[in-house]
T-cell receptor, first 111, second 114 residues
């Protein structure tokens, strides 16, 4: 089981913010939320991860609700190159032996 | 520096033949992972190495699948007596160690069994 639920697809206009939701209602106290993306015909790429505080890096921001049952990945200014499948994954930093990828959200950025 | 590399990038083989897929992880990364991705599907975990040992082989789909890693570096995934359902993209990833939060993926090997 992937332990996360994501919408199968979303659209976003270029230059606008893309907000990708993820539900992880069964997350346990020591589990992190990881986001990866997979551009067509490439291997997945790490984006960001967090435990309970909001996180930001050069690629994206991660907003985690106070109860930690859901989160949102934000791409502040989407570009055409951000078109990809985005995977939300729950796992422990101390047991990242395998990432359980679900089917993700296919984000289509249009001009 | 160089990322994770995999070879071959594409492999077409006849049903019943054996195939070997190779993964060169990032230098110094002790953890190495194999996944496969069937058309339109998410990633399926196959096996994980820490150094040369494989503490978790739970994802290997059958005894036709095996993997080894030598010198704590290169890994080979072998599929014996290939079947059409083995057709998929086989992805390799590495990370500095098992406690790292980021896995670095290679471009994958697309295997087609005819």
């Amino acid at each position: 089981d992937a332990k996360t639920t994501q919408p199968p697809s979303m659209d976003c206009a270029e230059g606008r913010a893309a907000n990708l939701p993820c539900n992880h209602s069964t997350i346990s106290g020591n589990e992190y939320v990881y986001w990866y993306r997979q551009i067509h015909s490439q291997g997945p790429q790490y984006i960001i991860h967090g435990l309970k505080n909001n996180e930001t890096n050069e690629m994206a921001s991660l907003i985690i609700t106070e109860d930690r049952k859901s989160s949102t990945l934000i791409l502040p200014h989407a570009t055409l190159r951000d078109t990809a499948v985005y995977y939300c994954i729950v796992g422990s930093t101390y047991n990242t032996d395998k990432l359980i990828f679900g089917t993700g959200t296919r984000l289509q950025v249009f001009p | 520096g160089a990322g994770v590399s995999q070879s071959p990038s594409n492999k077409v083989t006849e049903k019943g033949k054996d195939v070997e897929l190779r993964c060169d992880p990032i230098s110094g990364h002790t953890a190495l992972y194999w996944y496969r991705q069937s058309l339109g599907q998410g990633l399926e975990f196959l096996i994980y190495f820490q150094g040369n040992s494989a503490p978790d082989k739970s994802g290997l789909p059958s005894d036709r699948f095996s993997a080894e890693r030598t010198g704590g570096s290169v890994s080979t995934l072998t599929i014996q007596r290939t079947q059409q359902e083995d057709s998929a993209v086989y992805l390799c990833a590495s990370s500095p160690d098992r406690n790292s939060y980021e896995q670095y993926f290679g471009p994958g090997t697309r295997l087609t069994v005819t």
